[in-house]
């Protein structure tokens, strides 16, 4: 075990906990306990040595308090362009007074609401970080969305997160998503200050019958940040599931992505970029279980990465004996600019039925240098000829996002990070 | 215009040109013909600036300017146009952000204002007539999926758009049935002018039929063997190479 957890601090954090959700609490952390921390070795945590990182970086384990954020911050943190509701969050709790009422959607601290069946979905024994946060988080947020109900405008989950002294963020939310209803959530965090801080996150989304969900998120949180989050989703039939997740930086990033398609007919959609620089190193492990026949299941996950950064994609794919046919794909592409950089990449396919159509496959390569050549023969300065093939390689998944604020932003930062615009 | 000196280049340490000397004045055309492996493209791509190819030796000076010191996107800024024997796919992107993005770069070169999206697109449909290209080709990703005679055709319509002061083709008409040939060249001579000047590397005498050169040159292993007017292609035509190969291959031993 490591000796981060048998430090005072560690244990003084453990038993502080809030007293609400007691037997959630309870299952979470003897769920840890057991678990552990990622040992150097351990199978799932192989490339992302997450255990050193926290030992090295957070020192002082303890909740950060919520942090005064103005309307102002709101407001400049806001999407160009983006018109719809935005539910604010400083250190993983909810700001009330800064956050939109949201017509026809139920919003409530999850402290409210000691019914919610935390831990079904983002189980504590399937990963030692949703178990730490299920033993420990603060207070979370609730979002219900009723059955039929069809919420046009996209809602904002914008976090502020910021710590003294490597101090642990742990947003807990809970979305659930009635039948025949359809919502999109942009998930966007903003870090605020310079110090080390630990971002535990678990997001757990329930998919009624022939719902229609997007999650979109960001992540461009600053250098400073370690983060582990844990976002699962369960869908009934007919139901849609998309979620795109770019991640621009961070110091290290540990994405679990889960989708358990529980009803025939479902779709879920996954499709991610990592654009990485300086020493960011991002692992993106998603997991998608068919579990009943006539699902479907998509998967596009496309990496750029530049300097010393390591990008780390494993994407599992398990197709239960009953799941008869399921039409599975998945891909992951992956250029590195320098020679410095480090992907880890690993498709993994289970399949225990016969009649399944199911294709996978990953690719590593350089920057196309007769392409680069005849673009630069046109006249185009080396620096936006990259541009251009690298946003046409990110390209794909980029036209996944729906929504046009959000798939504009992302271009934005994009184009930004690629050093031009065009 | 262009006054290329001894120049000798190599790729992975494999000599390929061996000292070719060519002077070419504003208003001239010239072809470069010969053998398959005689180095033809290998120069194109030299002027062009492609990294992979090493100067050794020797100097190339493009309207008063050491054009080997420049990069690839001065050289076109500069004036330099390579129209490409293997045209490139790339997928995913645009046709149109691609030129507007090439042509702004080199007026912005040139000192000239960028074009706003009106006045490009009308520039565009202009010379898109002049090369006879279909306007849904150009909706699509650059090159991608396009035959092979759409991809020389796209070529020129892009020499079209940049206004070079010297146009490489590098095989342009190889593929080209009579029809596409006739427009390519057609376009081609529209564009020429007595401020410009067109290098036209080509195995077949069938093009200068319809661009007419004033000189004519061959090259082989690496050097310009001989040089005379549009009658030594007809000669070539006729006669094939062997005969130069045996000369020059005899005067080495
Ligand atoms: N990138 C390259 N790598 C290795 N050899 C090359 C490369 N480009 C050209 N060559 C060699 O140089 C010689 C001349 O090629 P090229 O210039 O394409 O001839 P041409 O265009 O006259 O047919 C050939 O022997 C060819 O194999
Ligand atoms: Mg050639």
Known sequence: MSTLTQQDTFQAFLAASPSNFPSVRTTGKESFISQGLPAVKAEEYKFTNITKKLESSIQNFSPALPLAVSAEQVKSALIEGFEGDVLVFSNGSFVPELSSKIEGVEVSLLSGKEDTALGSIAKPNKDVFAALNQASFQDGIFISVPKKAQIEKPILLLSFNGANAGQVVQPRVWIQVGDFAEVTFLDQSVSLGEQSYFLNKVVEIKGGINSQINYYRIQNEGKNCVEVSNIETDIQKDAKFTSVNLSLSGDMVRNNLSLNLLGSNSEGNMYGIYLLNGKSHVDNHTNVDHTIPHAESNELYKGILADQSRGVFNGKIFVRQDAQKTNAFQQNNNILLSEDAIVNTKPQLEIWADDVKCSHGCTVGQLDEEALFYLQARGIDKLTAKGLLLYAFAGEVLEKIEEESFRNYAVGLIQDRLGSKF | ??????????????????????????????????????????????????????????????????????????????????????????????????????????REYRGLEPLDAVKFLSLMKEKMALVEIDQKLLSRSLNEGFSGGEKKRNEIFQMAMLEPTLSIL??????????????????????????TATIVVTHYQRLLDYIVPDYVHVLYKGRIVKSGTKELALELEEKGYDWIKEEVDSATV
């Open chain 2, 170 to 195: 590098d095989e342009t008409d190889s593929g080209l049935d009579i029809d596409a040939l006739r427009i390519v060249s057609n376009g081609v001579n529209k564009l020429k002018s007595d401020k």
């Open chain 2, 1 to 106: 215009m262009l006054s290329i000196k001894n120049l000798h280049a190599s790729v992975e340490g494999t000599p390929i040109l061996r000292g070719i000397n060519l002077e070419v004045k504003a208003g001239e055309v010239h072809a470069i013909m010969g053998p398959n492996g005689s180095g033809k493209s290998t120069l194109a791509s030299v002027l062009a600036g492609r990294e992979e190819y090493e100067v050794t030796d020797g100097e190339v000076i493009f309207q008063g300017k050491d054009l080997l010191d420049l990069a690839p996107e001065d050289r076109a800024r500069e004036g330099v146009f390579l129209a490409f024997q293997y045209p490139v796919e790339i997928p995913g992107v645009s046709s149109t952000n691609f030129l507007r993005t090439a042509l702004n770069q080199v």
